[in-house]
């Protein structure tokens, strides 16, 4: 399980896992209270992402440095970019266009209306009611509460890290570990 540190947002969690495994190119988010680029550096460095920090305390994560720069780059670039800024971001095209016909003022309200709506069946893992908390497998609203695109990303999350906790598990086990970190008990 991955420690969340105090400066990075609990829904943080949800974008840092997707990038980890491969899901999407990179993730933006506030960072909150007092922390030095050094600090937040030695996290993204240990993590193996790359990072920028801009004026007002926006920080943008991937693996690749250019990716981290262009995006940036398109952040701070007058008029609306919010289809542009979603692609790059790796969000589904439907989603990042209806984010923009919605407006950025009006997302939470929308946010809000989408989590109310019936997902019906295997459309319950689209659902974002609790990714506030760090609780969801995608981080973008779903353009609706059926959105196919949207749906394949939270299956990725699943399969991915259901792969990724086995080969971790393998990996200790191989060094004579428990997955907990307690130390197997050495053959008789
Ligand atoms: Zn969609």
């Not at 943080?12 to 990179?26: E, G, H, K, Y």
């Not at 069946?121 to 609203?141: D, M, P």
């Amino acid at each position: 399980m991955m420690v969340r540190p105090k400066w990075l947002k609990p829904s943080s969690m949800v974008d840092l896992c997707q990038v980890t495994l491969n899901v999407r190119p990179a993730f933006r988010t506030e960072v909150q209270g007092e922390v030095s680029d050094a600090e937040i550096g030695r996290w993204a460095r240990l993590r193996g992402l790359y990072f920028c920090r801009d004026r007002d305390n926006f920080v943008v994560f991937s693996k690749r440095s250019v990716l981290v720069r262009r995006l940036l780059a398109i952040d701070q670039t007058a008029g609306e970019h919010t289809v542009l800024l979603g692609q790059w971001l790796g969000y589904p095209r439907c989603c990042a266009r209806t984010a923009r016909r919605i407006g950025e003022k009006h997302l939470d309200a929308w946010s809000i209306q989408i989590s109310g709506r019936r997902h019906v069946g295997n459309f319950s893992l689209t659902s974002v009611s609790q990714y506030a908390a760090g609780r969801a497998l995608i981080s973008h609203i779903p353009c609706s509460a059926h959105c196919p695109a949207s749906l394949r990303m939270a299956t990725q999350v699943l399969a991915r890290s259901h792969r990724f906790q086995q080969r971790t598990a393998n990996v200790l086990s191989s060094r004579g570990f428990h997955e907990d970190g307690r130390r197997c008990s050495l053959p008789q």
